[in-house]
C-alpha cells in the first residue's frame, strides 16, 4: 500500500530493513520510489550484505538509522506482549477473533515476518546491541555506498556537522517518533539551529510528530527540506486499509495548501519567501 501510494506520488518510501516485504518487492511496486533503511547489527557483517543486496536491488539512497544504539524500554509493547518474531498467545486469539477480516487476510498472505532475512541464511535480532558501529563504520560505509546517504535519528547540531565533514548527504532530524528516549528534545525544537549552522544548501530532513498539514508547514518554516510521517500512514490504513491511506494524502494536501494561506505562503521553495529565511 505504502509502495503504491509513492508511486502514485513520487515521494520516497522508507523500507526498513525488518520489513515484512523484501526490499526488491517494494522498490518494484514503488515504481524506484523506494529507501532503504538500514539498522546496523552484530559485527556488521549482516549489515553490509544488505547494503549490497540494496545495491543490486537498484536502491540509490540508503538510510542509515543511528537513534537505536538499544531497543528502548517500550512499555506499551512490554504490556502488550509484543515480541519479534510475532508470537500467538490468547490475547493474540482474542485479537483476531475481534478482527476476522484482518485474519482472513493474514491467514491466506501468511505470518508477517522479517522479509529481508529470509533467503540471506542470516538472522536480525531486533534486541541486540548496536553499539559495536562507529565513525569508522559510518567510513566504510561511506565508501561501499555510492549513492546518496541520509543518516536519520540526528537531534545533536554538532553530530550533523561531523556527519557532512564525512560525506553525508543529508541528515534526518528525528527522534524516532519519541519510542527510542522520550525526554531528548523534539526535532521541530532543534531543527531551526540545524539549519542555521548546517548552511542553506545541506539537505535536512525531518520527522516524529507530524499529524497535519500545518505540523509540515511548521517544519519546513523552521528549516527542514523535507518531512517524513510514520505512524499517520498506519492510523490511516488501520481506519480505512490503502483507500484510507489515500485519503489522508489528500488532507494533509489540503490542510498544507490551507496553511499556507494562512500565512501568505504561495510555494515552498526558500526564496518564495523572505528572503533567504521561509520563516
Ligand atoms: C511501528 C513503527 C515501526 C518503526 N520502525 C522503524 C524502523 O524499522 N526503522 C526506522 O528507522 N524507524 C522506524 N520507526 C520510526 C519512524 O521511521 C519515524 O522516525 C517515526 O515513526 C516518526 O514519528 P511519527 O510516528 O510521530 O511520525 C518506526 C516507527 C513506528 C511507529
Given amino acids: ?32 520510489h523506494a529507501w532503504f533503511q538500514l539498522y546496523f547489527s552484530g559485527d556488521g557483517e549482516g549489515t553490509f550484505r544488505l547494503v549490497d543486496r540494496a545495491k543490486s ?3 540509490q539512497t540508503l538510510v542509515l538509522t543511528v537513534d537505536v544504539p538499544e531497543v528502548g524500554r517500550r512499555l506499551r509493547e512490554l504490556r502488550h506482549g509484543f515480541k519479534m ?13 475481534l478482527h476476522p477480516s484482518w485474519s482472513l487476510r493474514t491467514l491466506r498472505s501468511g505470518r508477517p515476518d522479517l522479509a529481508n532475512f529470509r533467503k540471506d541464511g542470516f538472522d536480525f535480532d531486533r534486541t541486540e546491541s548496536r553499539a559495536k558501529a562507529t565513525w569508522d563504520t559510518l567510513s566504510e560505509l561511506r565508501e561501499r555506498w555510492h549513492g546518496k546517504l541520509v543518516v536519520k535519528g540526528v537531534l545533536d547540531v554538532q553530530d550533523a556537522i561531523w556527519l557532512k565533514e564525512r560525506g553525508v548527504d543529508a541528515v534526518q532530524v528525528s527522534n524516532h517518533g519519541a519510542r527510542q528516549f522520550d525526554c531528548g528534545p523534539s526535532p ?3 531543527v531551526p539551529n540545524f539549519r542555521s549552522k548546517l548552511g542553506g544548501d545541506y539537505a535536512i530532513f525531518l520527522d516524529s510528530g507530524i499529524r497535519s498539514g500545518s505540523d509540515i508547514l511548521r517544519a519546513i ?5 523535507f518531512v517524513f510521517v510514520g505512524r499517520i500512514l498506519q492510523f ?10 489515500f485519503q489522508m494524502w489528500k488532507v494533509l494536501e489540503e490542510e498544507l495548501s490551507i496553511a499556507m494561506a494562512m500565512v501568505g505562503l504561495s510555494g515552498l521553495e526558500r526564496d518564495s519567501t523572505v528572503k533567504g529565511n521561509r520563516s
Avoid: C, H, W
Avoid at 236 to 243: H, L, Q, T, V
Fill in 1 to 32: 500500500m505504502l509502495a503504491r501510494l509513492a508511486a502514485k506520488y513520487k515521494v520516497p518510501v522508507g523500507v526498513s530493513t525488518v520489513a515484512s516485504t523484501p526490499m526488491e518487492e517494494i522498490i518494484e511496486a514503488a515504481e524506484g
Fill in 57 to 59: 536491488a537498484a536502491y
Fill in 85 to 97: 518474531p510475532f508470537r500467538i498467545g490468547p490475547r493474540q486469539f482474542v485479537d483476531f477473533a
Fill in 188 to 190: 521541530i525544537e532543534v
Fill in 221 to 225: 518554516v523552521s528549516g527542514a527540506d
Fill in 236 to 245: 490511516a490504513i488501520a481506519a480505512n486499509g490503502e483507500a484510507g491511506l
